[in-house]
């Protein structure tokens, strides 16, 4: 998708969980995971229970730099995944949650 274009959209006042999913996707294809993150932030704002949302946000904290805070997003989304049955996105973030805790500091 294209930012600008998505962009566009969200400035003419249309704000909702997908064109935040959508916005925050593209930005992190486009190597702005800082930026994607704050989009994402706010779809899960808009619809808590968007599990893609959660597994999104989470990938995106990763790639900004984030262990903890994509590790907290993935947590979240796994409750979520759980609550609606989605179990193949439960799977996933139970994975990448094992990854992000891998690459945490380790605690002195």
């Given at each position: 998708?294209?930012?600008?274009?998505?962009?566009?959209?969200?400035?003419?006042g249309?704000?909702?969980?997908?064109?935040?999913?959508?916005?925050?996707?593209?930005?992190?294809?486009?190597?702005?995971?800082?930026?994607?993150?704050?989009h994402l932030?706010?779809?899960?704002?808009?619809?808590?229970?968007?599990s893609?949302?959660?597994?999104?946000?989470?990938?995106?904290?990763?790639?900004?730099?984030?262990?903890?805070?994509?590790?907290?997003?993935?947590?979240?989304?796994?409750?979520?995944?759980?609550?609606?049955?989605?179990?193949?996105?439960?799977?996933?973030?139970?994975?990448?949650?094992?990854?992000?805790?891998?690459?945490?500091?380790?605690?002195p």
């Open positions: 998708m294209d930012v600008t274009a998505l962009q566009r959209l969200l400035d003419g249309r704000d909702t969980a997908l064109l935040r999913l959508s916005l925050g996707k593209a930005l992190l294809d486009a190597g702005e995971p800082g930026q994607a993150s704050r932030q706010r779809c899960v704002e808009l619809d808590p229970a968007y893609a949302g959660w597994k999104l946000l989470g990938k995106a904290w990763l790639a900004a730099g984030d262990p903890a805070a994509a590790a907290q997003a993935w947590r979240q989304g796994i409750e979520v995944a759980h609550t609606n049955g989605d179990t193949q996105a439960e799977k996933e973030m139970r994975v990448f949650l094992r990854r992000a805790i891998k690459a945490m500091p380790p605690v």
